[in-house]
């Protein structure tokens, strides 16, 4: 059984920085797409950022585009997600998600295994 750990939301000002981490053991992840995702009260999952484990191949929603990167260290089985200029909308749980065969890479319903989530909350 996979399991996914978050850490490193906390709350920043417009501008900032913030370095999401997520842990995954119990599984083989060389084949599987790492996603991260985020829900504000009262809106969708929405897609943030995915990686391909196999080949590196990267995904990122349009709003998140030159701003946020996402990063997989193979040799400690963790997935990073680097936010730069943090706006306020996008203060959200953010959560990592694991999940093979992902046809859609920023689909939410395409991945198997979720983490407990981490709020990143932004102020302006």
């Known amino acids: 059984q996979v399991q996914l750990v978050e850490s490193g939301g906390g709350s920043v000002q417009a501008g900032g920085s913030l370095r999401l981490s997520c842990a995954a053991s119990?599984?083989?992840?060389?084949?599987?797409?790492m996603g991260w995702f985020r829900q504000a009260p009262g809106k969708e999952r929405e897609g943030v950022a995915a990686?391909?484990?196999?080949?590196?191949?990267?995904y990122y929603t349009p709003s998140v585009k030159g701003r946020f990167s996402i990063s997989l260290d193979n040799a400690k089985n963790t997935v990073y997600l680097t936010m730069n200029d943090l706006k306020p909308e996008d203060t959200a749980m953010y959560y990592c998600?694991?999940?093979?065969?992902?046809?859609?890479?920023?689909?939410?319903?395409?991945?198997?295994?979720w983490g407990q989530g981490t709020q990143v909350t932004v102020s302006s």
């Open positions: 998600a694991a999940g093979a065969y992902i046809a859609t890479m920023l689909e939410p319903l395409e991945y198997n295994y």
């Open positions: 119990g599984g083989t992840y060389s084949r599987y797409c």
């Open positions: 990686i391909y484990a196999l080949d590196g191949s990267t």
